[in-house]
């Protein structure tokens, strides 16, 4: 299923940070953007490893647009793969 990532850009020092607003306290990082959708479904299984979790639908990318909170990186959509984790669908 798709769900939207904010991608905070790094650089030569810093790696990209990624934030997954449908699961909240779920974060990533990689060197290279080749990286970031393995790092992503790696840390989405962490966030779900110890509880059956309720796993929303995504949010719709538009709302988040509009979100002061995440200014200054990019969106990406992500395809993360539920049937790894322990959850229940909303």
């Known amino acids: 299923m798709l769900f939207p990532v904010y991608v905070h850009k790094g650089d030569e020092k810093h790696a990209h ?3 997954l607003p449908d699961f909240p306290g ?3 990082a990689a060197d290279t953007w080749s990286d970031l959708p393995r790092k992503i479904q790696e840390a989405v299984e962490l966030c779900c490893e110890d509880e ?3 796993i929303p639908s995504p949010t719709p ?3 988040l647009l509009e979100n002061p909170d995440y200014e200054g990186g990019v969106w990406m959509m992500m395809d993360i793969n539920l ?3 322990k959850t229940k669908s909303v």
């Open 52 to 54: 059956e979790m309720m």
């Open 61 to 63: 990318l538009d709302d």
């Open 83 to 85: 049937t790894t984790l």
């Open 26 to 28: 779920c974060f990533s």
């Open 17 to 19: 940070g990624a934030e």
